[in-house]
């Protein structure tokens, strides 16, 4: 038999063994080589995300992969609502997520494991957290983008969120993996015991202790100043005119 001939009935016979083990493979992760959580997950991730992630997470024309991500920032986006769209070219914003807690962590499940890699969520004790060095982090960090307040700021092209509604794990997770435009800040730029104190400030921050009176919707300087020249100015000129018109 020819040389050619030869390798072609070679190729011929293996490329069905070849396609059984990748199959055999694949039935395995989706019935035994993964966790039961992760497995439960595997038909919302195949009905909701695999359209723009693909099927083995690996991205598509319409979304970026998920190969490395991580639990931190697939977690993020699932429970925040930013994630799943109804479009690929929808803002990526925080709405109310569409599953409740416990398919996301199925679905979060599934897809770490279908892709690897990347942070894990962050575990978070607000007890242990340093107000005062949290303050000093935030506002080192975080302030230039999301206001000293936590409202939210404006970006080139792009608008910084408000950080008051996010909850603890959320705060944590977006340091971490960097959500959008925000940089990550791993262990080296803030360590653990510094992103206790940074969360457990950035969290206080929903319910303020507003010890110097009205705090005119915390809007800053600018408001407080606009604030002191109507109250105040025209308070003035107001009182100057009613002496005005008794003499």
Not at 231 to 237: D, I, P, S, Y
């Amino acid at each position: 038999m020819p040389l050619r001939a030869r390798s072609a009935r070679r190729l011929l016979l293996t490329l069905p063994i070849a396609c059984a083990i990748a199959a055999g493979a694949t039935t395995a992760f989706a019935q035994g080589g993964a966790t039961a959580e992760a497995r439960t997950g595997r038909e919302i991730y195949l009905g909701d995300c695999a359209t723009c992630h693909g099927p083995t997470g690996r991205g598509s024309d319409r979304g970026p992969t998920l190969e490395g991500v991580g639990a931190a920032a697939i977690d993020f986006m699932v429970r925040t609502g930013r994630m799943p769209l109804d479009h690929p070219d929808d803002p990526s914003m925080r709405r109310p997520p569409a599953y409740d807690r416990a398919a996301q962590r199925r679905l979060i499940a599934y897809a770490t494991e279908l892709t690897g890699g990347g942070p894990a969520v962050p575990e978070v004790d607000l007890a242990a957290g340093d107000l005062s060095e949290g303050g000093r982090l935030y506002r080192l960090q975080c302030a230039a983008c999301h206001s000293w307040a936590g409202n939210g700021g404006a970006l080139a092209d792009r608008a910084a969120p408000a950080v008051t509604p996010a909850s603890p794990v959320e705060i944590a997770e977006a340091v971490r993996t960097g959500p959008g435009a925000m940089p990550v800040f791993g262990s080296s730029a803030i360590s653990d015991d510094q992103l206790s104190s940074l969360v457990a400030y950035t969290h206080a921050l929903q319910d303020p202790d507003d010890r110097g009176g009205w705090a005119l919707w915390h809007l800053g300087p600018m408001s407080e100043g606009a604030a002191g020249l109507i109250l105040g100015v025209g308070g003035l000129l107001v009182v100057a005119r009613w002496l005005g018109t008794r003499t």
